[in-house]
């Protein structure tokens, strides 16, 4: 990943002190997934190595945003909201809809990498219940025929 190494330093220029590079780690971090779809332990050490800061506070980051990951996943991420209004409002029976038509459960990916599905918490929604990001795009109020018009839209 050092062809970012530009960007990176770009974006350098922007903060307003030196010697914040524990700044630019969810900025590079995004980036990279941007381009590999996940952060593999040679991006770790690279960036390690290009802030300047212990392998060991990248994989802390990593392990406690959970829009960033660690392995490869489907083309399409569909990450529906578990909590509690989303629950009321119906994201168990979407849960169930989506294992019966994709085959797969939280954490899983369908055999032809196209969908990964992922229970993830409050998207920040919770008025517009029951709520599911696919990729990086909202989609609210869902509904058993609503998620299926959406699927049938996804190659
Ligand atoms: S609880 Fe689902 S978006 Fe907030």
């Known amino acids: 990943m050092k062809h970012l ?4 330093e770009a974006l350098k220029q922007r903060l307003p002190l030196e010697g914040l590079n524990g700044v630019l780690l969810l900025p590079c971090l995004h980036r990279i997934q941007q381009e590999r779809g996940y952060i593999h332990d ?3 050490a690279f960036l390690a190595d290009y802030l300047a800061m ?3 506070q990248i ?5 406690f945003y959970t829009m960033l990951r660690r392995a490869p996943i489907g083309r399409w991420h569909l990450q529906l909201c578990h909590n509690l209004p989303c629950a009321l409002c119906g994201s168990d029976n979407l849960f169930d809809y989506l294992h019966e038509r994709l085959g797969i459960r939280p954490g899983e990916t369908t055999p032809d ?3 990964t ?3 993830v918490e409050c998207l920040g929604c919770c008025g517009t219940a029951p709520v599911m990001m ?3 795009t909202y989609h609210e109020q869902l509904t058993l025929e609503s998620l299926e018009a959406l699927l049938k839209e996804l190659n």
């Open 42 to 44: 040679e991006d770790i």
């Open 54 to 56: 212990p392998a060991i």
């Open 134 to 136: 696919i990729n990086e």
């Open 59 to 63: 994989i802390e980051a990593l392990s």
């Open 5 to 8: 190494i530009p960007e990176f």
């Open 113 to 115: 990498g196209r969908f």
């Open 117 to 119: 599905l992922s229970a």
